[in-house]
Structures are given as C-alpha cells and as structure tokens.
T-cell receptor, first 114, second 113 residues
Framework: SQTIHQWPATLVQPVGSPLSLECTVEGTSNPNLYWYRQAAGRGLQLLFYSVGIGQISSEVPQNLSASRPQDRQFILSSKKLLLSDSGFYLC?????????????FGQGTRLTVV | AQSVTQLGSHVSVSEGALVLLRCNYSSSVPPYLFWYVQYPNQGLQLLLKYTSAATLVKGINGFEAEFKKSETSFHLTKPSAHMSDAAEYFCAVNSNSGYALNFGKGTSLLVTP
C-alpha cells in the first residue's frame, strides 16, 4: 500500500531563517506531488506541484520554492522566512494520468514564524 | 477556472440531526468533485468523490453527496450526526490543468449534544 510521510510535524522558526520541509511517498512510482498551505479561514492554497523529477510548477509567486530531487521526494524550502509564511503545510500525492483520482495527504507541518 | 464555493464557514447541528454541508462548483468542463474531512492538526482524508459514474455518491462514515448539474452543486449530507463528525470539511474540484485539486475554504462542523 502507499504511504506518505511528512516532517517535521511542528516547527518554530525565527524570521529570516531558512526552511526545509520534506515529504516522501512510498509504494508508488512517478506520483504527482503537491505542496499546499492552509491558513485559518482561507482553505487550502496550492503552492507547487510536480509531475516528475526536476519538474516544478509554481502556482503562487512567493517567498518559497520547491524541489523534487528524487521520484518520490518533494521538498519545500525558503532562504529567509517571513512572518506571513506561518501556516499549516500539507504535502499530497496523486496517481498520474487520471484526472478523477483523489489526492492523498500527509499529516502536515505546523510552521510558526516568530 | 475550476473552483468551488462552500456556503457557510461554520455549521452547527445537534447530535442525531441531519448534516448538510453546501458546495457549489464552477467549471467549464465536466467536473470531478471531492469531499474531504480534516480533524485538528491532521491531514485531509477523502470522504467521497464524484467521477460521473453516478450522481449519488456514497462515502465513508455514512456520508453521501449528490451531483446536480442543473444547480452546479455537490452538497454533502449525513442523516444523523455523531459527535465524532465534528471536523473541518472541504469540497474540491479538478483544476483546469487536471493536475491539481482546487479546494473551497472549508466548513467547520460543530456537533452539540
């Protein structure tokens, strides 16, 4: 069966510090991978998605970047965090090639920038 | 662009009462629609999905949703609320590109004894 791992679960970082959140998927190959951010009252905002190694699509221009160094690894990064980067970050995956498949989510990372 | 609108950011029902969470979609092509549930500080779990096979879709935990093209709606219902149903519920639709899901802002369901 497929599993998705996301870490850390919580993170408190000072303004201006770097960020690296990691997500890995097991039990499937060539998944579509996603980073979403959830802010209170604003639902889920798609930040990045990737359909293959090294392929990153950015949905919202911002202080963050994403990378996919391996087929089942997706990393969210920032060189200098802003207060507005605080939120709940969710990684997800979908089977490729079919628009009617659901997304499977990790447990999320609660990021607080202080 | 494909989008969904969830009416009511907060819904409160009594235990045993009908649950109705509203979702309307906007789509230029036949949509694929999803309902997810999120418990505090957790990821999202799929409740059910509409993929054009049947307009009435049954999901987990006794939830179901009906796709109504004429009303561009995909409302989520459950005949009898349970305390454990208290959570955040999200409606989603396939994006224009087909690669991602676009989510609504969510509805927080409160179940009172």
């Amino acid at each position: 069966s497929q599993t998705i791992h996301q870490w850390p679960a919580t993170l408190v970082q000072p303004v201006g510090s770097p960020l690296s959140l990691e997500c890995t998927v097991e039990g499937t190959s060539n998944p579509n991978l996603y980073w979403y951010r959830q802010a209170a009252g604003r639902g889920l905002q798609l930040l990045f998605y990737s359909v293959g190694i090294g392929q990153i699509s950015s949905e919202v221009p911002q202080n963050l970047s994403a990378s996919r160094p391996q087929d089942r690894q997706f990393i969210l990064s920032s060189k200098k965090l802003l207060l507005s980067d605080s939120g709940f970050y969710l990684c997800a995956w979908r089977r490729p090639g079919s628009e009617n498949t659901e997304a499977f989510f990790g447990q999320g990372t609660r990021l607080t920038v202080v | 662009a494909q989008s969904v609108t969830q009416l009511g950011s907060h819904v409160s029902v009594s235990e045993g009462a009908l649950v109705l969470l509203r979702c309307n979609y906007s789509s230029s092509v036949p949509p694929y629609l999803f309902w997810y549930v999120q418990y505090p500080n957790q990821g999202l779990q799929l409740l059910l999905k509409y993929t054009s096979a049947a307009t009435l879709v049954k999901g987990i935990n006794g939830f179901e949703a009906e796709f109504k093209k004429s009303e561009t709606s995909f409302h989520l219902t459950k005949p009898s609320a349970h305390m454990s149903d208290a959570a955040e519920y999200f409606c989603a639709v396939n994006s224009n590109s087909g690669y991602a899901l676009n989510f609504g802002k969510g509805t927080s369901l409160l179940v009172t004894p």
